[in-house]
């Protein structure tokens, strides 16, 4: 990718910190919407240890850019802002951040994200449905809330720590969540839409987070991890004839709210997904 504005003394830096940070594609579509709008900012991946955190972020903030809050510093940036949106607030994760008069402000725009990819993988809001989130981490939180405030009729949480899929449950789930203890107690439960928020997945050789071949029954699966070609839960899941994608369109729509509170503007989700499109053509 060819970067077409100089980077200057007045260049915006944005980061994305977290660890690991070599698998984003953040840096791709991020610096690509910025050249589209011809805006003078660079985004960079940054590896960042727990214990520099919070000092990145409020260094990088008061220069004049900010960032996004990746794995598995999400819910350590929620404490971090001084100003955290309500989705901060209710999911207790921050994935984005930026300095507005000498505060810190953030927000987790994983949950307008999961909400706009999961219309355009379904064409529509998921009002009534059953649904089966697997993982209880940051990711899990946004998808919840997602979920919940898309009209989903009930929501299952199955997660390899079970005290960590309650607490996800007792901050935000009421009564249309309930938690699936053990993998073999999934077995045959039905669903109208499955949600991937593990990381298995992120590293090939991985296992898979469920088994696509009748393990549970659902017509439709959203896999919030992406890797440059396709998951292998992606992969095996169309291969049983179920509805699936990975976590591609999230990523750009969660990018595109992102951008907006960076730069003011509606961030040119086309331009960011043509750049993904095109990364993983090259990839295949
Ligand atoms: P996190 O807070 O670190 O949570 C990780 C989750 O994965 C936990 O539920 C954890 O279970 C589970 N897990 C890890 N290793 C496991 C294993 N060996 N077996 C079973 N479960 C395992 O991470 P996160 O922030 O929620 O992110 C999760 C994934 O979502 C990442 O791959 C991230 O890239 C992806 N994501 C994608 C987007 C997007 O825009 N597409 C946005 C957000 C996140 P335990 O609680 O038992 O450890």
Redesign the pocket.
Known sequence: MTRHLPVTTSTRTLALLGDPVSHSLSPIIQNAAMMARELDGVYVALRVGSEDLAGLMRGLAAAGGGGNV???H?ERAAAVVDRPSEAVRRTGACNTFWMEDGELHGDNT?VE?LKRAIHTHLAGPIQGARVLIL??????RAALAAVLDDGAAEVEIH???VE?ARAVARRMGGARTRIVESRAELQGRTYDLVLN????G?EAEDPL?LDPAGEVEAPALLD???TPGETELVRRARAEGIHAMD?GE??VQ?GGVAFERWWGVPGPVDVMREELDRLRRRAR
């Open positions: 990746t794995l598995p999400k994983d994200g993982g209880a981490g940051g990711a899990a997660n390899r720590t960590r928020t593990t990381r298995l992120l987070p919030l991890v992406y976590g999230m990523l969660q």
